[in-house]
């Protein structure tokens, strides 16, 4: 009898995992998910912010682990990149292709599915898909982009403002979900969604005097002139130069009262809204750190590539501190894994909506099909399973995030779902049929920024992309030799049989992911304009 006992006590507890039918243990998944992170800003992806040290966890994170160097997303936004996500489909199927949509819930997602496998799911931070998340045991976002200070959060019974800075907010949410609602007879999913590093930038206090003593080193393309681009790349709105308010993006001489008159009709007025939010103490310790940087700023009367540089400067170092906030909660979270004895049966995801431009052609913001924010990082570790220190180089998307997750849990992937499974690739394995090209297309025009829709494949080495919006427009890069997209080698004789070529692959990949969505908004464009005109 007492045999018995123990017998039961060792298969149930929690350190040996959760068993299902087959006796294949089931691990929990920690999906730490951070918004706008560009894999650059990571160490471990050793882009040129690499010597600024940005990421020493989740670099070791990806020691132990592996590291997607080719990692996609589908539609370089906050919201779709999520609904993508929930659905394993393409905006244009889980219908939420611009940040003005509202997600439709009721459809299939992979946290229900995982639901019905058997597992507690729960998700803490920022969901930006609108509505009451569903599939989840328990949950607490943000409402919208959320507040950096102090911020309100949507709880099942309603909605509380929460002390403290946003990131350590979220996370010890999801701290307190680990130890006081998690269950010990299943296995769990739970995603753990910041705000940090979005617009509009605000570290943590204790992170402002960060970097404070270095020069972040500038990306090779500040001053990129986009001779070469399609017109629409010289007429969006999301350069350092022209676009990025110095009171409501840099915070210059901020005040409570908040009297300076928006330099643009698009102004992002969020700095106003975090600002209003901050206690008395904290706004005093905020303002005590920028004011002498103000008097030496308005001493120096920078003009011309000078301004530009000293707001690049500003800007990157609090993107990176508010990055550094990230850091510490995937160190806190593992941890709690550590302490509860969960670390050995978790795998933990580090991911990030889209990439960004830190500088990168002059720009902040994402959007466009460039590399910069067309890349997100992914970086997983699953031990006993991923070979720590892997690298690799297959082309992945958040497209395959549901369908990983279906397949760790031992569940069915539904046939409708259009992304691939990466759990061979964590395995070790080289699937020979893997995708030779990833599609993409981004629909948010006209709005904020004022990127224009385009869709467009690309392949290992080249990316042909389309602005169908102003008549025919194209890009083309052979990243191998052109790895900063500078010169567009669309049209060029010697390279025609190379792009008709992808151009037919770009069509079989709208006949096969059955996106038809450029021939009705070109529809509807012309319409309207016929009206017009
Ligand atoms: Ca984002």
Known sequence: MIKLSFFFLIFLSPFFGFIDAKDNVKPNILFVFTDDHAPHAIGAYDGWLKSVNPTPVIDKLAQEGMVFINSFCTNSICGPSRAVIQTGKHSHKNGFMNNGNTFDWNQQTFPKLLQKAGYQTAIYGKSHLKGKPLGYDDWAVLPGQGLYYNPDMIFPDGKKQINGYCTDVVTDLAVEWLHEKRSDEKPFMLMVQHKA?????????????????????????????????????????????????????LFLDLTPAFDQP??????????????????????????????????????????????????????????????????????????????????????VIYSS????????????????????????????????????????????????????????AGAPQPKDMQGLSLVPLLKGEQPKDWRKEIYYH???????????????IRTRRYKLMHFYQFGEQWEFYDLKNDPDEISNIYGQKIHLKLQNRLKQRLKNLQFYYEDKSDISIRKDYFQKFWKKS
């Open 353 to 408: 909506d889209q990439g960004f431009y830190i500088g990168d052609h002059g720009w902040y913001d994402k959007r466009w099909m460039y590399e910069e924010s067309l890349k997100m990082p992914l970086i997983v570790k699953w031990p006993g399973v991923i070979k720590p220190g892997s690298r690799r180089i297959e082309l992945v998307q958040n497209l395959d995030y549901a369908q990983t997750f279906l397949e760790i």
């Open 197 to 249: 590093p979005h617009r509009n930038w605000m570290p943590a206090l204790r992170h402002l005097p960060l970097y404070d003593d270095i020069e972040i080193p500038e990306p090779p393309t500040l001053f990129d002139e986009w001779k070469d681009n399609v017109p629409a790349a010289r007429f969006q709105e999301l350069e350092i130069d022209r676009h990025m308010d110095l009171n409501y993006d």
């Open 442 to 456: 981004y629909y948010e025009y006209p709005s904020v920024h004022m990127i224009p829709r385009h869709y467009g």
């Open 262 to 347: 928006p330099s643009q009709k698009r102004q992002d007025r969020s700095a106003w809204h975090n600002m209003k939010r901050m206690t008395p103490e904290q706004l005093e310790a905020w303002r005590a750190h920028y004011a002498p940087k103000d008097a030496a700023f308005r001493k120096a009367k920078l003009s011309g590539k000078d301004l530009v540089r000293w707001k690049f400067q500003r800007y990157a170092k609090n993107y990176l501190r508010c990055v550094k906030g990230v850091d510490e909660s995937v160190d806190r979270l593992q941890q709690e894994l550590n302490k509860l004895g969960l670390d050995q049966n978790t795998i």
